[in-house]
């Protein structure tokens, strides 16, 4: 995942060795972050494929919008910020503020590339600022009330002729089982966090691999401490990728869906699904 190597390959002039540095520090960055650790550079190889397909497809998808000021809603370690840092010269990645603090620290560095609370994001400054606009893998964690606010988020702040990239896990279908598999294999081994993933009853997993869009199980929620106090969550058991899509036809115009890693099969052994959108 070492995509960065290719800018600024000369130190013959002032410019290139500038874009070296750029380069090294968005690598030592991105080699610091948790979740890259845990998804990018895991020794599982199913699951390392897996994560840098999902990237490498938003790339991609974001590679056309090139120049225009991208926002990345639920940045997480700003991972995928650090590998289209060639691509958009102004980026903004926003999350809580723990996750904010430590991108900060890590890519204080790297010019052209800010983090924000979604706080920040109230002030009007941010409506309609965002040519494009990345939300992946943050949906499916979001209770109802949260979801809603983060849909009305991405429609306030992307610009009237933008475009709005959303991407969340499946996990209904054959995908499930895979998934599962792969899961406990690396909870077994200790890899990460997978010895806490999440488990299904017989029932549950009967109901989800056979799903339609509109099949339903309960979801647990969690709670953890914030910088403003306790917020809830889900995981990823129960969530229906299917269930989305109208949810963001209310305010967007669903241009295109898409499939990672293996999008020549649909949503049928693919890992993620993706949506790219326009405001209405």
Request: hydrophobic share 40%.
């Amino acid at each position: 995942m070492r995509g960065f190597r290719a800018i600024g390959e000369s130190n013959h002039d002032v410019d290139a060795v500038a874009r070296g540095r750029q380069v090294s520090n968005l690598e030592r960055a991105l080699e610091q972050g948790h979740y890259a650790r845990k998804q990018l550079f895991c020794r599982d190889p199913i699951v390392a494929w897996s994560h840098a397909s999902r990237f490498r497809l938003a790339r991609r998808l974001v590679a056309p919008y090139a120049g225009n000021v991208l926002l990345d809603y639920g940045c997480g370690d700003g991972t995928f910020l650090a590998m289209v840092h060639d691509l958009f010269p102004q980026m903004v990645g926003v999350d809580d503020a723990g996750q904010a603090a430590d991108c900060r620290t890590r890519f204080g560095a790297v010019s052209g590339l800010s983090f924000e609370t979604v706080e920040d994001l109230k002030d009007r400054s941010h409506d309609g600022a965002y040519g494009v606009l990345t939300c992946m893998e943050v949906l499916e964690h979001c209770v109802e009330d949260v979801a809603e606010g983060v849909l009305a988020d991405l429609r306030r702040l992307v610009a009237h002729r933008g475009t709005v990239i959303v991407s969340v896990p499946i996990e209904i279908g054959p995908a499930l089982l895979g998934k599962q598999m792969v899961r406990a294999l690396a909870g077994w081994r200790e890899l990460g966090d997978y010895k806490y993933r999440e488990t299904y009853t017989a029932r549950e997993l009967f109901r989800m691999v056979f799903a339609g869009p509109r099949a339903a199980i309960r979801r647990p929620v969690y709670e953890a401490q914030g910088a403003t106090g306790p917020k809830h969550f889900h995981g990823h058991k129960g969530f229906n990728w299917r269930a989305l899509r109208p949810k963001l036809e209310r305010s967007f115009d669903v241009r295109e869906t898409r499939f990672s890693p293996l999008g020549w099969l649909g949503g049928c052994l693919s890992s993620q699904a993706w949506f790219i959108c326009g405001p209405k």
